[in-house]
Nanobody, 119 residues
Framework: QVQLVESGGGLVQAGGSLRLSCAAS????????MGWFRRAPGKEREFVARISWSTGLPSYADSVKGRFTISKDNTKNMVYLQMNSLKPEDTAVYYC????????????WGQGTQVTVSS
């Protein structure tokens, strides 16, 4: 079992920044990728960003490219999401997720952290 705990959400004005953190614990010996997803009110959960645990290669949704940066610290089993130039449409619950192997889906999820961007 892997446990993921997010932190760093909050209320921020449009144009502001927030940094989300996700701590992984438990069976962390098998991590292929970690990622961030979000669910806005009344919408489906959507992909935000992911990062390769071995190479650090990131990938972003078009809606956040150039504004968000995903990073990791393998020694601490942490993944981060730096969010700059936030927009009201970024308001959502943000979830950290873990993909254990190349053939697996993102199968472990955190409880989520609320990000609210006011206009």
């Amino acid at each position: 079992q892997v446990q993921l705990v997010e932190s760093g959400g909050g209320l921020v004005q449009a144009g502001g920044s927030l940094r989300l953190s996700c701590a992984a614990s438990g069976r962390t010996f098998s991590i292929y990728r970690m990622g961030w997803f979000r669910r806005a009110p009344g919408k489906e959960r959507e992909f935000v960003a992911r990062i390769s645990w071995s190479t650090g290669l990131p990938s972003y949704a078009d809606s956040v490219k150039g504004r968000f940066t995903i990073s990791k610290d393998n020694t601490k089993n942490m993944v981060y999401l730096q969010m700059n130039s936030l927009k009201p449409e970024d308001t959502a619950v943000y979830y950290c997720a873990l993909q254990a192997t190349v053939r697996a889906d993102f199968g472990s999820w955190g409880q989520g952290t609320q990000v609210t961007v006011s206009s």
